[in-house]
């Protein structure tokens, strides 16, 4: 682990120095949730796909002190192989003294915070142009979860938020989510230009509304994706994004707006919108909509799970127009790290699915009791929930159980590869339609997971 640091460190002075002898425009993301896709909706955006536009966003989700020089110089974790870390050794090293050039111009990098001053560490390997803060926390408090190993309060870890927002030279841009209270306080951080991006009245992209479209079939309506309307710097826009639901993807589209219009795209929203519509990708586990066996619908969210991102897709679920007939299934794994409050922030998300009156909740992991004790209290019949220790049994109560037409959400806080969770992806490899895109459609596909 000690060596493990040490490689770390040496990549970061070689990224370092090779953004300082360069000088590319660095887009820096961060936020408690949200920052995959915003980066996703940035790269389509600015056409970081077309190789002639020298522009790379963070590979996978390396957003932390190896993810971030990594994606600076394209290359994946060698993982355990010590030739593999060689090579890396030596390549950066020829990157550090000029003997290569990554030949990028912009950069789009999330960048996380595990503890504090790592975005200290972040930023001043890759000094941001543009910072964008997608969210802290959820509007009602009481969901923010307690990292008491890394942080004291939800006010400490906004405030390692807001490291990117001082990171930001005064001749720089930074991009808030206005309707973070924590986040729209940063705007007094900062000397560079502000923009917002939010439902809130005044925020320079505004979020007017958002549903899923659906499209009818003999077995009910089937979800297809979010369509969004905003309204950007006084003019009205719709987009359509494919294969994705939940409220997270409207924050990413408003988002990736600003920044077009900030760097002067010279391809006019006319021309954006339709090459989103086409060219986006869902990223795997992530508000992604997958057919399923039977004729259903899954609603994979397994990549990773909050309090307030399980009840935001909970009301994304109740809201989706469905037919008579049709049912709505929650599948939820446990979310940890949460600190002493877990079990009663577990209770209110089965509460939560309760009150919107779904039609069956299936809960995994050491905490589900508490999801299902939650559920009952708040008047779901005991018939109506079921409980299992881990995911694949949930799986193979699903197959049997479910009928054409079902939409199933699936959703959990991210596993370790050294700290066994529940791993909700397996759920979504046993209902998908289509099981051999598993490694093209789903979440902790790789080798090393499939070992464990």
């Given at each position: 682990m000690r060596l493990l640091r040490v490689f770390e460190r040496y990549l970061g002075a070689c990224a370092q120095k090779t953004i300082q002898r360069e000088h590319p425009f660095i887009i820096a993301i961060t936020g408690s949730v949200g920052k995959s896709s915003t980066r996703n909706c940035i790269e389509l955006v600015l056409d970081a796909r077309n190789p002639e536009n020298k522009t790379r966003g963070s590979i996978k989700n390396y957003n932390n002190e190896l993810g971030v020089p990594l994606t600076i110089f394209g290359q994946e974790a060698p993982g355990r192989s010590v030739w593999r870390?060689?090579?890396?050794?030596?390549?950066?090293?020829?990157?550090?003294?000029?003997?290569?050039?990554?030949?990028?111009?912009?950069?789009?990098?999330?960048?996380?915070?595990?503890?504090?001053?790592?975005?200290?560490?972040?930023?001043?390997?890759?000094?941001?142009?543009?910072?964008?803060?997608?969210?802290?926390?959820?509007?009602?408090?009481?969901?923010?979860?307690?990292?008491?190993?890394?942080?004291?309060?939800?006010?400490?870890?906004a405030e390692e938020k807001a490291t990117l927002v001082k990171a930001v030279s005064p001749s720089g841009t930074v991009i808030l989510n206005g309707d973070d209270k924590r986040v729209f306080a940063m705007r007094h951080l900062t000397q560079a230009r502000v923009f917002t991006f939010g439902e809130a009245d005044g925020s320079d992209v505004r979020i007017i509304r958002s549903h899923v479209r659906v499209r009818s079939s003999e077995y009910g309506n089937v979800p297809e994706g979010i369509e969004v309307a905003f309204e950007s710097f006084?003019?009205?826009?719709?987009?359509?994004?494919?294969?994705?639901?939940?409220?997270?993807?409207?924050?990413a589209i408003s988002a990736a707006f600003l920044v077009a219009a900030i760097m002067d795209i010279k391809r006019e929203a006319d021309e954006i919108i339709p090459d989103i519509e086409q060219r986006l990708i869902p990223l795997p586990g992530r508000a992604r909509i997958i057919p399923g066996i039977k004729h259903t619908t899954l609603l994979d969210g397994s990549y990773n799970?909050?309090?307030?991102?399980?009840?935001?897709?909970?009301?994304?679920?109740?809201?989706?127009?469905?037919?008579?007939?049709?049912?709505?299934v929650a599948c939820l794994g446990e979310m940890r790290?949460?600190?002493?409050?877990?079990?009663?922030?577990?209770?209110?998300?089965?509460?939560?699915?309760?009150?919107?009156?779904?039609?069956?909740?299936?809960?995994?992991?050491?905490?589900?009791?508490?999801?299902?004790?939650?559920?009952?209290?708040?008047?779901?019949?005991?018939?109506?929930?079921?409980?299992?220790?881990?995911?694949?049994?949930?799986?193979?109560?699903?197959?049997?159980?479910?009928?054409?037409?079902?939409?199933?959400?699936?959703?959990?806080?991210?596993?370790?590869?050294?700290?066994?969770?529940?791993?909700?992806?397996?759920?979504?490899?046993?209902?998908?339609?289509?099981?051999?895109?598993?490694?093209?459609?789903?979440?902790?596909?790789?080798?090393?997971?499939?070992?464990?």
């Open positions: 870390w060689a090579h890396l050794l030596l390549l950066v090293t020829l990157y550090r003294w000029g003997w290569k050039r990554t030949g990028i111009e912009t950069f789009i990098l999330e960048m996380g915070a595990d503890k504090p001053g790592d975005l200290v560490k972040l930023t001043t390997i890759a000094p941001p142009d543009i910072s964008i803060v997608t969210a802290v926390t959820p509007e009602d408090t009481s969901l923010a979860p307690v990292h008491a190993a890394n942080y004291p309060s939800i006010d400490a870890v006084n003019r009205l826009r719709k987009v359509y994004l494919p294969g994705v639901f939940g409220t997270s993807a409207t924050y799970a909050s309090p307030v991102s399980v009840l935001s897709a909970l009301r994304d679920l109740a809201k989706m127009e469905l037919a008579p007939g049709q049912r709505r790290e949460l600190g002493p409050p877990a079990e009663t922030l577990h209770a209110r998300i089965g509460a939560e699915a309760a009150q919107l009156h779904l039609d069956l909740l299936v809960v995994c992991g050491t905490l589900a009791h508490a999801m299902a004790q939650g559920a009952m209290a708040s008047g779901m019949r005991e018939d109506q929930i079921k409980v299992f220790e881990d995911s694949p049994e949930a799986g193979r109560f699903l197959q049997d159980w479910i009928h054409p037409g079902d939409v199933i959400l699936i959703k959990a806080s991210e596993g370790t590869i050294d700290a066994k969770g529940v791993r909700m992806e397996r759920v979504v490899k046993e209902l998908m339609a289509e099981p051999l895109r598993a490694s093209e459609l789903l979440v902790r596909q790789e080798e090393a997971w499939q070992r464990k």
